[in-house]
């Protein structure tokens, strides 16, 4: 079933089509009715017409389509806009839909499902991960629930860094350490204490250096007891990664890890089919395509190089051979990759360079989804107070407890357990870190503020969960627990109170923001729906008893109304990854 403004637009959208092939409704919410077509006025340009002639014209087409089922009211004001009033029963109407219907939640599913690949998280097997991993980890797990929602096949991978020259210093390190009470050591997840120790050894040893260089050739040439040492440490931190993306509350498993190494027999290949098919220029000794329409600062063309001037192979020839395996081996024909802003040349090019070489057709898309900086209060990058890089675990620890002393500290909060203080804690703390990032344009910096992200007022994570906790609460009092929508299907009645209708468009607008969402990429417009539907429903709670209505049959609708507001939260929740708690 497709969302309120989707079903209302497939009312007006033949008219507009039959006006002018491609005219768009420009069907909107307003708050001078309930919804708004701002199309006319773009039509009568294009018509060279009156805009208030052509708009009456839509209107009367409209009209004998079928809108009157749909509107108690409309009509035509200022220049041209088009004002629609929607009756309660076509309210009541898709309300029941959304409870008894076979779509989820009002959410329409692809009618022609797609083999998606997100390439997301990516950290280095090298390193701990800190809070510059944090966007993609967050941004792709949204995106990835997204896309499963509306029926598409998702994989998902984790590329993470687990091979170069950094291993040899790495294997050497391990090696005088001993595997043993190294193991102990990267049990623990102190990756970043391995790594300066073996920087350490590496810059101030000649020997180690010379060392860790022949390590790398052996590595590399495919030495047995070099690969074993190699994939003990990576196996290491793999199971870091995996404890904090689970804690974390990503889909990211284990099981998703296809690192750069995976890559490193199809790199030959992939040189050798760019030659063949003339791509490759020599510039300087190293092996380059330049695909049209990339220059430098000069106006000189600029190109990506798949092999430099000693036979070493680069990022670029690694995510050319990571397309070709995706879309051959996985039969992928959409690719979404979960990036910083700073690389969005590096994968146009890389792109382009695909689709000269025909490993990716017309019927197979590649996206990056590019995001920005985590700033901290003071508008800089996000450090510690000692200027370091602040780790991922600590953060989580930090946002938990945060979170609790918040929590505990509220004059209206539900009477906890210690236990289900905890979790609530954990669920709220770590729920405000995701939100804050998703709720901000995925291409701006933000900053971040302990106090903004916990606050219980505002557009936060806390006051959305909040929300859903007081639905929660009056079904409590109710001496019940929030039922199934497909329970309170014949209690849906058409709204008549004003916070009712409000409340009932809101629920109805779920799957309207959801493409909206998937289509572009982002998360922030979910986000910005979800507070929306949480202020909506603490004004109807405000302003319209539920327990206390005037009579059986109010009380019961009002009951529907909350029931499917709670379903609608948790459901956003959700595709934010973030937890309901049922008290807070």
């Known amino acids: 079933m497709p969302g309120l403004l989707a079903t209302v637009d497939a009312v007006l959208a033949p008219v507009f089509e039959q006006l ?50 749909i509107c108690d009211g409309a009509e035509v004001a200022g220049p041209g806009f088009i004002n629609l009033v929607l009756s309660a029963d076509f309210l009541a109407r898709q309300l029941g839909n959304v409870v008894s219907g076979p779509a989820d939640m009002g959410v329409a599913r692809a009618p022609r499902p797609l083999t998606v690949v997100v390439d997301y998280a990516a950290p280095n097997a090298a390193k701990e991960m800190h809070v510059g991993h944090l966007r993609s980890a967050i941004i792709g797990d949204c995106l990835v629930r997204l896309l499963e929602l509306e029926g598409h096949k998702v994989i998902r991978e984790n590329h993470i860094g687990d091979w170069g020259t950094p291993f040899g210093m790495l294997i050497e390190h391990l090696v005088d350490v001993g595997e043993e009470e190294a193991a102990q050591e990267l049990a623990i997840g102190d990756l970043e204490a391995f790594y300066q120790a073996a920087r350490r050894a590496y810059d101030g040893d000649p020997a180690f250096g010379e060392r860790s260089r022949q390590r790398v050739v052996l590595l590399q040439s495919g030495d047995p007891e ?4 190699w994939r003990s440490f990576v196996d290491h931190s793999v199971n870091y990664f995996d404890q904090s993306l689970r804690r974390l509350g990503t889909k990211l498993t284990r099981d998703d890890v296809v690192g750069e190494s995976y890559y490193n027999s199809l790199l030959p290949k992939v040189v050798e089919d760019l030659s063949k098919k003339g791509l490759l220029v020599e510039s300087e000794g190293a092996l380059c395509v330049f695909p049209p329409g990339f220059t430098n600062r000069e106006g000189k063309p600029l190109p990506l190089i798949v092999q430099n001037s000693v036979g070493g192979y680069n990022y670029a020839t690694t995510d050319l051979a990571a397309i070709r395996d995706r879309v051959e081996r996985l039969g992928a024909n959409l690719l979404v990759y979960v990036v910083g802003l700073p690389q969005a040349q590096h994968f146009e090019m890389v792109f382009a360079t ?100 916990l606050s219980f007022d505002g557009n936060t994570g806390p006051y959305i969960q909040y929300a859903y906790a007081r639905t929660c609460s009056i079904f409590r009092r109710a001496g ?52 929306e539907l949480a202020s909506t429903f603490t004004a109807f709670y405000e302003h319209c008893p ?15 109304l909350c029931a499917l507001c709670a379903a609608v939260l948790s459901r956003g929740l959700d595709l934010l990854g973030m937890e309901s708690p049922t008290r807070m």
């Open 20 to 69: 002018q092939p491609g005219a768009q409704s420009g069907l909107r919410p307003s708050q001078r009715a309930d919804l708004q077509v701002d199309g006319a006025l773009g039509l009568a340009r294009a018509l060279g017409r009156p805009p208030r002639e052509v708009a009456e014209d839509i209107l009367a087409r409209a009209r004998a389509a079928g809108l009157e089922a």
């Open 226 to 229: 070099t690969l074993r040492l």
């Open 354 to 453: 695909a689709r000269l070489a025909g490993w990716l057709t017309p019927g197979t898309e590649a996206v990056h989804v590019g995001f920005g900086n985590v700033l901290g209060p003071d508008g800089k990058m996000f450090r510690t107070r000692q200027g370091g890089t602040v780790k991922l675990a600590e953060l989580l620890d930090e946002a938990v407890q945060r979170a609790r002393d918040v929590i505990t500290g509220r004059s209206d909060q539900d009477q906890l357990a210690t236990a289900e203080l905890e979790e609530t804690a954990r669920a709220v703390g770590i729920g405000a870190v995701k939100y804050a990032d998703l709720s901000t344009d995925r291409t701006r910096d933000y900053r971040f503020d302990w106090d903004r992200m």
């Open 480 to 531: 019940q627990d929030v039922p199934p929508l497909a329970q309170v299907a014949d209690d849906v009645r058409p709204p008549v109170a004003p916070e009712e209708r409000e409340l009932a468009k809101g629920i109805l607008g779920f799957g309207d923001v959801i493409a909206s969402t998937r289509a572009t990429y982002s998360p922030h417009k979910l986000c910005v729906y979800l507070f």
């Open 546 to 560: 539920v327990l206390g209505a005037p009579d059986a049959s109010t009380r019961a609708s009002r009951l529907a």
